[in-house]
C-alpha cells in the first residue's frame, strides 16, 4: 500500500518537474525573442536593488497595511516551502514526518511558525478577495479599467481561493495527524510522545473527535496528497498566470533599469546617421559607450527603427510582461489614465504578454519558425493609447518590481514616426519647427536672445 | 538699491570667447525661457539674481538651439540626436563644463542623456543653483518680505522630482521665503503631472474625461495656497492655464522659485 504511493507521489513529482521544465523553457524562448541588450552590468548595484526592491519589498511598504499583508503572503510561502521539503521526502521515501526524530525539540516550533503563517495566509488571501470582490478596490474593476477582463479576475479569484484551499488542507492534516497521533494507530503512534499538537490546528481537533481511526487515516492521507497535490498544481498553474511574478519578480527586479528614470535611451544606430549628416567622423561601436551588444559579437542588423512588435521590444521588456502581476498600481498613478484617457500602463505590459502568448500558440501548432501578420501595435496597443503618454515616469514608479511600461511606449511611438511618419499632426509641426526654427514654436532663431532687451526694464 | 539704478548684464559666450574669457557657469536658457512672454520673465529674474550675487556666468543667445527633448519624448529619435550633436558641437566649442537651467527638459536631457552623445558638463538645475546660494548665504530674503504667512504650494515636475531625484532643492527655496509652505496630497515621487511631458505640451490631449493640469490645478486650489510655485516652463503655462479655467486668476498666482527670490530680494 505505501509503495504504491511513494510510486505514484514520486511519478506526480516528476510529471510536474517535466511540465514546468517544459513552460519554463517556452516561457524562456519568448523571452529570447526580444532584442539583446545588456543588463549584467554593475553587479554590486543590481544585487543592492533586487535584495531592497524583491526580497525587502521595499516599493510595497508605500502603503503600509497592504505592504504588511503581501509580506505576511510571500514570507508565508517562502518559509512555508521548508514544510514542503519534509513532504516531498515523506512522499518519497515513504516516510512519516521524517524530520522530526532528528530536529525533536525544533521540531514542533518550526511546524508552529508554519501554522501561524499558515493562519496568516489564509487571512491575508480572504482580505484580498473581499478587498477585489465586495470593497471593490478601483484599479481592479473592469468598469474602470478595459484591461481587467474576465480573465484577470478569475486568475486572481483562484490564485487567492487555492491558497486558502491549501493553507485548509495543511492545517486540517495536521489537526487529524495529532488526532491519530493521540490514539496511537499505527505508524502515527511512533511518533507520539515526539510530536505534541501544534500551536493552531490544536484548536481544530475536536472537528476529528467522532471521525473512526479508518476515516481519520483517510482524512489524513486525502488532506496530506491534496496539499501537496494542490501545490503541484499550482506550480504549473503559476506559469500560466499572473503569479509567475513570484518567480521572475527576483530577475526581473535585478536586471532592471539603473539609469536615472528621465533618461531615455540612446539608438547607437542612429547616431551613425545622424553623425554623416553633420559630416562628423562617425563613432564605431568600439569606442562608443554604446552597451547595446552583448559581448563582442558584430552589431546585429537594424531591423527596425523603434518597435512594431514584440520581436523588436528588448529581452528585459519581454520579461517584465511575464513578471508583471497586473496590480495596477501603474496606471492608478498614470495621470493620462485617471484623467480618463485610453492609456493604461497596465495594459501595456498585459498586451504585451497577450501578444507574446498568441506567438506561443502558433509555435505550438506550426513550429518555432511560425509568423503571423499581426502585431503589437495596432492589434493590441493603439495609437490613441500611445499619444496620451506624457512620460512623467510615474508608472515606472509605481512598480513593486521595477517595470518600465513606458520604455515599450517609447519604442513604440519611435516606430511609429521613424518608419511610419504616422505622428499626429500637431507633433509633425513641432519636428518641423525644431528642425528649421532650433524651438519647437515658429519663431525665428535670430529672435532667440530678444529677452535680453528686457533684463533693466 | 533700488532696481532702475543697477544695470543688468547678460553677456554671451561669443563675447567671453572673444575677449578670451570663460565664464563660471553658463545659463542654458532653453526655448520657453528664450520665447514664451509668461517665462521670459523667469530667465530675467534668474538673469537679475546671477547679476546681483556677481556669478561670473554667459548664456549662448542666438546660438542656443532646442535640447531635442521633446523630439526624443515624442518618437522622433533622428530629430532629437541631430539637435543633440549639433548642441554638443557648440557647447565643447566654448569649452563648457557646467550647465545651470531653469527648464526641467532641458536639465534631464543635457544631464543624462549628451554624455553618450559625447557632451559632458555638470548640469544643475536653477532649483539647486538657487538652494546653494542660499545656503552660502550669498542670497538673504529679508526679514517681513511680502510672503510672510503667505500659503504657497510647490508642484513637483517629473524631470525634476521623479526623474532626477530632485525633490528638497526647491522647497528649500521656498522655505527661505518665510511662507507657510503646504504640500499637496500627491507630492514627490508621487507627484501628478502637470500634462504637458512627452510632447502633450505640442499637441490637444487625447479625449478623457478632464484635462492633466485641471485636475491637478484642483489639488493644488485644494490645498488654500493663494501662490502655485514651480519650477519649469511647461508647469508654470499649465498651472496657470488650469488656474484660469477655474476662475481663480484673480486670487491665485502662478509664480517659477527664482520669480519668488528674485521678488524676496527686490530685483
Not at chain 1, 552583448?294 to 546585429?300: F, I, K, L, S, T
Amino acid at each position: 500500500m505505501e509503495i504504491i504511493q511513494q510510486i505514484l507521489f514520486v511519478v506526480a513529482l516528476g510529471a510536474t518537474g517535466w511540465y514546468i521544465a517544459k513552460r519554463v523553457r517556452l516561457i524562456a524562448q519568448a523571452i529570447k525573442l526580444g532584442r539583446p541588450e545588456n543588463r549584467y552590468d554593475h553587479p554590486d548595484e543590481r544585487l543592492k536593488t533586487m535584495l531592497l526592491v524583491a526580497f525587502g519589498q521595499k516599493k510595497m511598504f508605500t502603503n503600509l497595511l497592504v505592504g504588511i499583508m503581501h509580506f505576511v503572503i510571500y514570507a508565508g510561502f517562502l518559509i512555508v516551502n521548508l514544510e514542503v521539503l519534509e513532504i516531498i521526502l515523506d512522499g518519497i521515501l515513504g516516510t512519516h514526518r521524517l524530520f522530526a526524530p532528528y530536529i525533536t525539540p525544533i521540531y514542533p516550533i518550526l511546524i508552529d511558525v508554519f501554522e501561524l503563517l499558515a493562519v496568516g495566509v489564509l487571512t491575508v488571501c480572504v482580505i484580498f478577495l473581499c478587498r477585489r470582490f465586495i470593497a471593490k478596490v478601483p484599479r481592479f474593476q473592469q468598469e474602470r479599467h478595459r484591461e481587467m477582463t474576465r480573465w484577470p479576475r478569475t486568475d486572481a479569484a483562484i490564485i487567492l481561493t487555492a491558497e486558502i484551499l491549501l493553507m485548509i488542507a495543511f492545517l486540517t492534516w495536521n489537526a487529524s495527524d495529532s488526532v491519530l497521533r493521540d490514539r496511537g494507530v499505527g505508524h502515527y503512534a511512533e511518533l507520539k510522545g515526539i510530536v505534541p499538537d501544534f500551536l493552531i490546528s490544536q484548536f481544530l481537533k475536536p472537528l476529528f473527535s467522532g471521525f473512526s481511526d479508518t476515516g481519520l487515516i483517510v482524512y489524513e492521507r486525502t488532506a496530506w496528497w491534496l496539499h501537496i497535490l494542490g501545490i503541484l498544481s499550482f506550480a504549473i498553474y503559476v506559469t500560466y498566470s499572473k503569479h509567475l511574478h513570484i518567480a521572475l519578480g527576483f530577475p526581473n527586479v535585478y536586471f532592471s533599469d539603473l539609469q536615472p528614470k528621465g533618461e531615455m535611451q540612446n539608438m547607437p544606430e542612429i547616431t551613425k546617421e545622424v553623425q554623416l549628416a553633420l559630416g562628423l567622423p562617425v563613432t564605431t561601436e568600439a569606442d562608443g559607450s554604446q552597451a547595446n551588444d552583448n559581448g563582442d559579437q558584430p552589431p546585429a542588423e537594424i531591423g527596425r527603427f523603434g518597435a512594431k512588435d514584440v520581436q523588436d521590444l528588448k529581452w528585459i521588456n519581454l520579461m517584465n510582461a511575464y513578471s508583471c502581476t497586473e496590480c495596477g498600481r501603474c496606471t492608478s498613478a498614470c495621470p493620462a489614465n485617471i484623467t480618463g484617457k485610453k492609456l493604461s500602463p497596465r495594459k501595456i505590459m498585459m498586451d504585451t504578454r497577450d501578444r507574446l502568448e498568441e506567438i506561443q500558440d502558433g509555435w505550438k501548432t506550426n513550429g518555432f519558425d511560425y509568423k503571423d501578420d499581426k502585431s503589437l501595435l495596432n492589434d493590441y496597443i493603439t495609437a490613441e493609447e500611445l499619444n496620451a503618454c506624457t512620460t512623467c515616469q510615474a508608472c515606472v514608479n509605481a512598480c513593486p518590481i521595477n517595470i518600465n511600461p513606458l520604455d515599450i511606449i517609447l519604442q513604440l511611438r519611435r516606430y511609429r514616426v521613424m518608419e511610419e511618419s504616422d505622428a499626429p499632426a500637431s507633433w509633425n509641426a513641432m519636428f518641423s519647427n525644431i528642425e528649421n526654427n532650433m524651438a519647437p514654436w515658429k519663431f525665428s532663431p535670430s529672435d532667440r536672445f530678444n529677452w535680453a532687451d528686457q533684463v533693466n526694464d | 538699491m533700488s532696481t532702475t539704478e543697477k544695470t543688468y548684464k547678460v553677456p554671451t559666450m561669443a563675447d567671453m570667447a572673444a575677449s578670451g574669457e570663460e565664464p563660471e557657469i553658463l545659463f542654458w536658457v532653453g526655448c520657453a525661457g528664450s520665447f514664451d512672454d509668461r517665462y521670459k520673465r523667469v530667465t530675467i529674474a534668474f538673469v537679475r539674481i546671477l547679476n546681483h550675487v556677481g556669478i561670473k556666468f554667459a548664456v549662448l543667445g542666438p546660438e542656443e538651439a532646442c535640447t531635442g527633448d521633446p523630439a526624443r519624448r515624442a518618437g522622433n529619435e533622428f530629430l532629437f540626436q541631430m539637435q543633440a550633436m549639433s548642441n554638443i558641437q557648440v557647447l565643447n566649442g566654448y569649452n563648457v563644463k557646467k550647465i545651470v537651467t531653469a527648464c526641467p527638459h532641458c536639465f534631464n536631457t543635457l544631464k543624462n542623456e549628451y554624455p553618450e552623445l559625447g557632451g559632458n558638463y555638470e548640469v544643475i538645475h536653477h532649483s539647486q543653483f538657487l538652494q546653494g546660494l542660499i545656503n552660502e548665504g550669498r542670497v538673504k530674503v529679508k526679514d517681513g518680505q511680502p510672503f510672510k504667512g503667505r500659503r504657497i504650494t510647490f508642484h513637483d515636475s517629473c524631470y525634476l522630482g521623479r526623474a532626477n531625484k530632485v525633490y528638497e532643492a526647491p522647497r528649500d527655496v521656498l522655505a527661505a521665503l518665510d511662507a507657510d509652505l503646504v504640500e499637496m496630497k500627491r507630492v514627490r515621487a508621487n507627484g501628478l503631472c502637470c500634462g504637458a511631458g512627452g510632447g502633450q505640451y505640442f499637441k490637444e490631449p487625447e479625449p478623457g474625461k478632464k484635462d492633466v493640469n485641471v485636475e491637478r490645478v484642483e489639488e493644488a486650489l485644494s490645498t488654500g495656497a493663494d501662490t502655485i510655485a514651480v519650477a519649469c516652463p511647461f508647469c508654470m503655462t499649465m498651472m496657470s492655464d488650469g488656474v484660469k479655467n477655474k476662475n481663480r486668476e484673480d486670487s491665485v498666482r502662478v509664480f517659477d522659485i527664482s520669480e519668488l527670490i528674485a521678488q524676496g530680494q527686490g530685483l
